[in-house]
């Protein structure tokens, strides 16, 4: 199943993201395509607590649980997409990128995830 969930992610790059992985809630990575000189361990437990932020500031909301949290900076967007209550999927996209297509991408890579 790794190995499946691998070749999502690098199938990701054919559309213009430059890295991406599925990190557990609790910040274990279970796949991952990222570049190299990436701290895999640090950009996975801050991915994993950026999506724990938000699910607890909607909770003081009295909100549903989020299901995408969008990072935007001068060069690109980092989109982390909810997998269910055990991970979240995560993409570096570029400027130009159609994030939209993306995020639909992203959450055929959640569907299996829930599903396994």
């Known amino acids: 199943m790794t190995e499946d969930l691998k070749a999502m992610l690098r199938a990701l790059k054919d559309d213009g993201v430059k890295s991406s992985a599925i990190i557990s809630r609790d910040g274990l990575v279970i796949a991952a395509d990222l570049d190299s000189g990436t701290y895999v361990e640090t950009f996975a437990i801050m991915c994993a607590t950026l999506m724990g932020a938000a699910v607890t500031a909607n909770m003081e909301l009295k909100r549903g649980s989020p299901d995408r949290v969008t990072v935007e900076s001068s060069d690109g967007k980092m989109l982390i997409l909810s997998a269910g209550r055990k991970a979240v999927v995560v993409s570096v ?22 599903q396994s």
Request: aromatic share 0%; no cysteine; glycine share 10%.
């Open 93 to 114: 996209i570029g400027d130009g990128v159609d994030e939209e297509r993306i995020a639909k991408q992203m959450e055929k890579i959640a569907s299996t995830v829930r």
